[in-house]
């Protein structure tokens, strides 16, 4: 009896935000997507965006960024990553909907589309920002072949590291890295020093 004169009482608006809350942490199992060579070992060759797993802030308040503000955090920028244990891999957002994804230990830079797209049921509010790279591409950490994957834009944002206006290593126009990243953090300034871009 109790229990049943409890349940009368519950907020809704907090069974929402437990509920979306224990989404949150299948978002982060959503990261990035590689491509396994023909014949090839299985290693990832490339990667979509990527999820800090470890990270406790990816978890807060992913409903807060506008339309607005996914804009402008980015479009037409270059964004360092967390990709949690590989590293940091860079992507460059285009305003046509493309994406070009540079990932730790690939020789290949991955082109894909982004999308920003309203979440529904209990998560009406959320901006998401959504990739899908071409066929052939796994995820990182599942190891299963992708489709369009989407998570808050806010919990994305979390995850930069470091960002610059516009195609800063030319990602758009190349399909080699310029290097491979190694499996450790970096940033924009360290790139291009070792580019000799300074």
């Known amino acids: 009896m109790l229990l049943l004169r409890m349940k009368k009482v519950v907020d809704c608006g907090l069974i929402k935000r437990v509920a979306a809350m224990i989404m949150l942490c299948g978002v ?3 990261a990035g997507c590689t491509t396994t060579p023909i014949g090839g070992s299985g290693a990832p060759i490339e990667s979509a965006t990527a999820a800090d797993q470890g990270d406790s802030k990816f978890f807060l308040y992913p409903w807060q960024m506008s339309v607005e503000k996914a ?3 980015f479009v037409g920028r270059t964004r360092v ?5 590989y590293g940091s891999q860079v992507a460059y957002m285009a305003p046509d909907g493309m ?3 540079w990932f730790p230990g690939n020789r290949v830079i991955l082109p894909g589309r982004w999308t920003f797209e309203r979440g ?3 998560f009406e509010n959320w901006v998401n920002l959504c990739f899908q790279y071409g066929p052939g591409t ?3 950490w599942t190891r299963r072949d992708t489709g369009k994957e989407c998570s808050p834009a806010e919990a994305r944002a979390r995850l930069i590291q470091d960002s610059a206006e516009g195609d800063v290593f030319g990602l758009s126009r190349k399909s080699e890295v310029p290097f491979v ?3 450790k953090p970096t940033n924009i300034r360290e790139i291009k020093e070792r580019l000799g871009l300074n």
Request: no cysteine; proline share 4%; net charge positive.
């Open 99 to 101: 994406v070009y994804l």
């Open 81 to 85: 990553i967390s990709a949690s244990s």
């Open 71 to 73: 804009k402008a955090t």
């Open 138 to 140: 796994v995820n990182a």
């Open 28 to 30: 982060a199992a959503l």
């Open 120 to 122: 529904s049921f209990l």
């Open 181 to 183: 990243l190694p499996s």
